[in-house]
């Protein structure tokens, strides 16, 4: 069972950055992909990005070039790195990983972003 607790969310101002951080309780090498959604109210949770075993990134059309995913595996965690930020990002974010037998959620952390 793994466990995934997501940090580094709060409120910034239009044009500012925050980095999430996403630490699992257990390894995420055997993990098939990680990767982070977000979700406002009233609307399907949307995946942002992704980063699988094999390194390969994809990110939704809107956050490219603006936020980065990427991992260490060292410290079993997976960082979401979010610059130019802009009011339409505010929403919950959620940290997720993929195994072959099971697929694993954080609790969210909220991410608002003032104009």
């Known amino acids: 069972q793994v466990q995934l607790v997501e940090s580094g969310g709060g409120l910034v101002q239009a044009g500012g950055s925050l980095r999430l951080s996403c630490a699992a309780s257990?390894?995420?090498?055997?993990?098939?992909?990680m990767g982070w959604y977000r979700q406002v109210p009233g609307k399907q949770r949307e995946l942002v990005a992704a980063?699988?075993?094999?390194?390969?990134?994809s990110y939704v059309d809107d956050v490219k070039g603006r936020f980065t995913i990427f991992r260490d595996n060292a410290k079993n965690t997976v960082y979401l790195q979010m610059n130019s930020l802009k009011p339409e990002d505010t929403a919950v974010y959620y940290c997720?990983?993929?195994?072959?037998?099971?697929?694993?959620w954080g609790q969210g952390t909220q991410v608002t972003v003032s104009s």
């Open positions: 980063i699988t075993s094999g390194g390969s990134i």
């Open positions: 997720y990983a993929e195994s072959s037998t099971a697929d694993y």
């Open positions: 257990g390894s995420i090498f055997s993990m098939n992909a």
